[in-house]
T-cell receptor, first 110, second 115 residues
Framework: DQQVKQNSPSLSVQEGRISILNCDYT??????FLWYKKYPAEGPTFLIS?????DKNEDGRFTVFLNKSAKHLSLHIVPSQPGDSAVYFC?????????FGAGTTVTVRA | DAGVIQSPRHEVTEMGQEVTLRCKPI?????LFWYRQTMMRGLELLIY????????DSGMPEDRFSAKMPNASFSTLKIQPSEPRDSAVYFC?????????????FGEGSWLTVV
């Protein structure tokens, strides 16, 4: 039962442009949402999070938007840089449990 | 500061053998998680410890899997006997507390291949 879904397995974007990654969830009990970034042969690293009581959180080039009524969140990366090429996982938290999406592979083209 | 440390990074073993994966969480963290990543199921939680006590092991696939946390700085995940379908990347992760909003930090993973 996939409670967190990332429907786009891959995204290709030109350097300097905006990357938009999307995530949908089904469980209304989730109270925190997180994005993790993963390079090959490494563990996921925390990128940015948002509480369910907010609708936007910004950290440098990264902004996460939450639409609770639609059970949808998105990650915006602007401007995209070659070092942003990685797999991005959306995750949702209910107490201690993190449920992960399947990931979106982002490729930033020079 | 050292992150979550896992060993071995890579393990190739024959079916039927015992496999032990090790984890040292970040100092000061009291919550420890074991996750498994496979192509089919993505990242899934196997077991969660809080203050060295197993709180949720509902994700452990079957009795062949066991996990221990004898102290705050060490945990093991054991598979006995191992099977080819256990081949996956096993991640250990830790956080300051188990509650939502506390960032979970992952180790680099143990890549297990059972042949």
């Amino acid at each position: 039962d996939q409670q967190v879904k990332q429907n786009s397995p891959s995204l290709s974007v030109q350097e300097g442009r905006i990357s938009i990654l999307n995530c949908d969830y089904t469980n209304s009990m989730f109270d925190y949402f997180l994005w993790y970034k993963k390079y090959p042969a490494e563990g996921p690293t925390f990128l940015i999070s948002i509480s369910s009581i907010k609708d936007k959180n910004e950290d440098g080039r990264f902004t996460v938007f939450l639409n609770k009524s639609a059970k949808h969140l998105s990650l915006h990366i602007v401007p995209s840089q070659p070092g942003d090429s990685a797999v991005y996982f959306c995750a949702a938290s209910n107490d201690y449990k993190l449920s992960f999406g399947a990931g979106t592979t982002v490729t930033v083209r020079a | 500061d050292a992150g979550v440390i896992q060993s071995p990074r890579h393990e190739v073993t024959e079916m039927g053998q015992e496999v032990t994966l090790r984890c040292k969480p970040i100092s000061g963290h009291n919550s420890l998680f074991w996750y498994r990543q496979t192509m089919m199921r993505g990242l899934e939680l196997l077991i969660y410890f809080n203050n060295n006590v197993p709180i949720d092991d509902s994700g452990m696939p079957e009795d062949r899997f066991s996990a221990k946390m004898p102290n705050a700085s060490f945990s093991t995940l054991k598979i006995q006997p191992s099977e080819p379908r256990d081949s996956a990347v096993y991640f250990c992760a830790s956080s300051f507390s188990g509650h939502s909003g506390n960032t979970i930090y992952f180790g680099e993973g143990s890549w297990l291949t059972v042949v």
